[in-house]
Structures are given as C-alpha cells and as structure tokens.
C-alpha cells in the first residue's frame, strides 16, 4: 500500500513539474516520473511475498525474481541518458535571437 502511494504522490508531483512553462521543471517533472516508473517496475517483482534475492534454498517460491530488477536496472540507465540529454536542450535550447516572433 505503502509503495502504490509512494508512485501515486511521485506521478502527481511529475504532471504538475511537466505543466509548467519553464524547462527546468519539465525535466525535474520527468525525473519524478521516472522515479514512480521505476517503482512501479519494482513492485512487480513482488516485494511482500518474497525474501532475499538468493535465500538459503533455491526454490524458486522463495527467491525473488530477477526479470523486474533487470527491467528497473534498464530503466534506470535509460532515464539517466534522457535526463542528461534534456538537461543540455534546456542549456543549450535558449530563445532564438535572430527570429521574429512577435
């Protein structure tokens, strides 16, 4: 219950940083929104019925399973890169100074 909270609060917090005008906050906004992916992806490898990855016995009942931690791991990476990559368009992607908006 405890982690579908956690997701719920890290999603709101995401669409309200994403709705606004300044880029900084759109890339926060996608930060969070990684985040609460990246949990959810967590969630569901199972967290309550499980123990430790590799418990005393290999019985595949009682070791958790490693598919949702490789999916997490990847998301983390990609999330990371798209991060980095926003980050210089928000450096680098000032107003144009030689166009005419009016």
């Given at each position: 219950m405890i982690l579908a909270l956690s997701v719920g609060v890290l999603v709101a917090g995401a669409v309200f940083l994403m709705m606004s005008r300044?880029?900084?906050?759109?890339?926060?906004?996608?930060?969070?929104?990684?985040?609460?992916?990246?949990?959810?992806?967590f969630s569901t490898g199972g967290t309550?019925?499980?123990?430790?990855?590799?418990g005393t016995s290999l019985d595949p009942a009682l070791t958790a399973d490693p598919l949702p931690q490789a999916f997490?791991?990847?998301?983390?990476?990609?999330?990371?890169?798209?991060t980095i990559y926003l980050l210089a368009l928000?450096?680098?992607?000032?107003?144009?100074?030689?166009g005419d908006d009016a």
């Open positions: 300044s880029f900084i906050r759109v890339v926060l906004g996608f930060v969070l929104l990684s985040h609460a992916a990246n949990l959810l992806l309550s019925r499980r123990g430790e990855p590799l997490v791991l990847t998301a983390i990476v990609i999330s990371f890169a798209i928000a450096i680098t992607g000032g107003r144009d100074e030689d």
